[in-house]
C-alpha cells in the first residue's frame, strides 16, 4: 500500500486529508509538526511527503534543506499560503516536487500526491533491479536454467572447473560458449588471475603470432618496442580461444606444440618462457568432421578434446526461456535505469513459439528492446507464429513464470509471494514442488 506521511498544524485540515486520502486507499500518517515527523522517519520511510511551509518550530523549508541531504529520494510536497509563493518556487529550486497553494482543491493535492508515489516507486524498483543485478554479479557468471540439458552442463563444470584440464566447448552462435568459459575460470584457482579471450576469426593472419605470442622490439616492420602476448598475459589463469576453427592452418600447428610443450617463444626471440594457463576452445562447427576434410589439424583436435562441453541450442530448452528473459529485464532495466511491464500470456507464447536462431543472445536482446520500447519485436518473425505447444503446455509455462517472477520481486519470501500472488500456502508450496522452484535460489543474497 503507497504510505504518505502529512505534516500540518491545523486539525481541521488534517481531519479533512485523513477521509481523502483513505478513500483513495492511500495510508498517510499525520503530524502537528514536523519534529514528530522526523521521529517516525527513523522507522519508516514513506513514499511521499506532504508538508506545510509555516509550522511551530521547525519549518516546510527547514525540513526540506534538512531531507534533501538524508533523504533525497523521497519527494516532498509543500502546501503554502498566498504569501508565501516565492518560497514556494525557491524551494522548488532546492528539490521540491511541487507545492500547492491554499485553500486548495483536494483532487489536486491527490493528484499530485499519486504523481509523487509513483516516481517514489519508481526509484524503489530501480534500486531493487540494481541490487538484484549486484547480487548476481558478485556470484559470478551465472549459468541459468532447469532442464536436464543445462543441470547436467552445470553438474559437468562443478567437477572438471579445478582441474587442469584443457576444454573444448561446442555450441551454435549465441548460446553462452564464453560464459561457461568464464564459469570455468571462476570455479577454479586460477580465478585470481586473469581471464583472457581471443576471437580467433577476428585477428588477421599476418599479426596472429604477435597476438597470441609478442614480440621482441625490431622483430619485424612497425615492431618499436616488445609487446606480451595473449598467452604470456594469461599466465596463471585461462585462455579463452573462440571460433578456434577460424585459426590459420600455420598458426594451429604452432599451438599445438605450445600445448604439449607448455612454453613460448615471442616472434624475433629464441628464448622458451614457461607458461602456466589452462586453455579453454570453442567453436561451432563439428572439428572432428573439419579435421577429415582438411580444413583443421586433427591432431590438434584431439589435444583439445580432452574434454568435451556441448551447449544446447535455446530451441531444445525453452523451459529455461521465461526465466532466462526475466533476468535479462532485470538486467536491462537497470542498465537503462528504467522499470519494465510483466509479459503477457500472449507476449510469452510468443517467446515460447519462436525458434531463436540467434539464441541466448537474441533472447537477451529481445529483453532489452522490451524494457526500452515496452513491446515484444522479434525480428524474421510474424506475431501470428504457429504454436508448437498445446494450451494445457503454454498455460503451464506462464504459470511457472509468473511465480518465478513473484518469487524474484520478493526475494524468495514465502508469506510476500503468497500475498502477490493471493495463493494459499500449501497450494504455492504444491505449484513449486510441481515446478521444481527452490525459493532459496530467488533471495537476493
Known amino acids: ?19 481523502s486520502f483513505e478513500l483513495e486507499d492511500i495510508e498517510a500518517q499525520f503530524y502537528e509538526n514536523t519534529e514528530l515527523a522526523l521521529q ?34 523521497i519527494p516532498i510536497i509543500l502546501i503554502t499560503g498566498h504569501g508565501d509563493i516565492s518560497m514556494a518556487v525557491e524551494a522548488m529550486h532546492k528539490g521540491a516536487y511541487d507545492f500547492i497553494e491554499k485553500p486548495f482543491a483536494t483532487d489536486r493535492l491527490l493528484d499530485t500526491t499519486k504523481r509523487a508515489i509513483e ?41 572438471i572447473a579445478d582441474t587442469s584440464a584443457d576444454i573444448l566447448i561446442f555450441g551454435e552462435t549465441g548460446t553462452g560458449k564464453e560464459l561457461v568459459a568464464r564459469s570455468l575460470h571462476e570455479q577454479s584457482r586460477r580465478r585470481d588471475n586473469n581471464f583472457v579471450a581471443v576471437n580467433c576469426g577476428a585477428i588477421p593472419e599476418n599479426l596472429i603470432e604477435s597476438e ?16 606480451i602476448g595473449k598467452l604470456e598475459h594469461a599466465q596463471g589463469g585461462t585462455l579463452f580461444l573462440d571460433e578456434i576453427e577460424s585459426m590459420p592452418m600455420q598458426a594451429q600447428i604452432r599451438l599445438l606444440r605450445v600445448l604439449q610443450e607448455r612454453a613460448i617463444e615471442r616472434v624475433g626471440s629464441n628464448a622458451l618462457i ?4 589452462r586453455v579453454i576452445a570453442a567453436t561451432k562447427v563439428d572439428l572432428k568432421q573439419a579435421a577429415q576434410q582438411g580444413n583443421f589439424r586433427e591432431d590438434l ?6 574434454v568435451t562441453l556441448e551447449l544446447p541450442p535455446l530451441r531444445e530448452r525453452k523451459e529455461d526461456i521465461a526465466t532466462l528473459f526475466h533476468h535479462f529485464l532485470l538486467v536491462a532495466a537497470s542498465r537503462y535505469g528504467k522499470t519494465s511491464q510483466a509479459l503477457s500470456s500472449q507476449d510469452l507464447s510468443l517467446l515460447l513459439n519462436h525458434d531463436w536462431p540467434g539464441n541466448v543472445r537474441e533472447l537477451r536482446n529481445m529483453a532489452e528492446r ?53 495463493l494459499a500456502r500449501k497450494t504455492l508450496y504444491d505449484k513449486m514442488q510441481r515446478y521444481q522452484l527452490d525459493k532459496d535460489n530467488y533471495k537476493a543474497d
Open 40 to 73: 517516525a522517519l527513523e522507522s519508516t520511510l514513506p513514499h511521499v511527503i506532504i508538508s506545510d511551509i509555516r509550522l511551530p518550530g521547525l519549518s516546510g523549508l527547514q525540513l526540506l534543506d534538512r531531507l534533501s541531504k538524508q533523504h533525497p529520494e
Open 1 to 19: 500500500m503507497c504510505h504518505a506521511f502529512i505534516i500540518d498544524d491545523e486539525p481541521e485540515i488534517r481531519l479533512a486529508l485523513k477521509q
Open 212 to 227: 597470441l605470442y609478442g614480440h621482441e622490439k625490431g622483430a619485424f616492420t612497425g615492431a618499436e618496442s616488445r609487446r
Open 119 to 159: 516516481k517514489r516507486q519508481l526509484t524503489i524498483e530501480n534500486q531493487r533491479l540494481r541490487n538484484s543485478l549486484k547480487a548476481s554479479q558478485t556470484l559470478g557468471p551465472r549459468i541459468i536454467g532447469d532442464t536436464s540439458a543445462i543441470l547436467q552442463l552445470k553438474e559437468t563444470i562443478a567437477h
Open 274 to 277: 614457461p607458461i602456466d594457463i
Open 301 to 306: 583436435y584431439y589435444r583439445l578434446n580432452v
Open 370 to 422: 522490451f524494457v526500452l520500447l515496452g513491446r515484444l519485436t522479434l525480428e524474421n518473425s510474424s506475431t501470428h507464429e504457429k504454436s508448437e505447444l498445446s494450451l494445457a503446455e503454454q498455460i503451464a509455462e506462464f504459470e511457472k513464470y509468473t511465480l518465478e517472477q513473484a518469487l524474484t520481486d520478493n526475494h524468495g519470501s514465502i508469506k510476500q509471494t503468497m500475498e502477490t500472488l493471493q
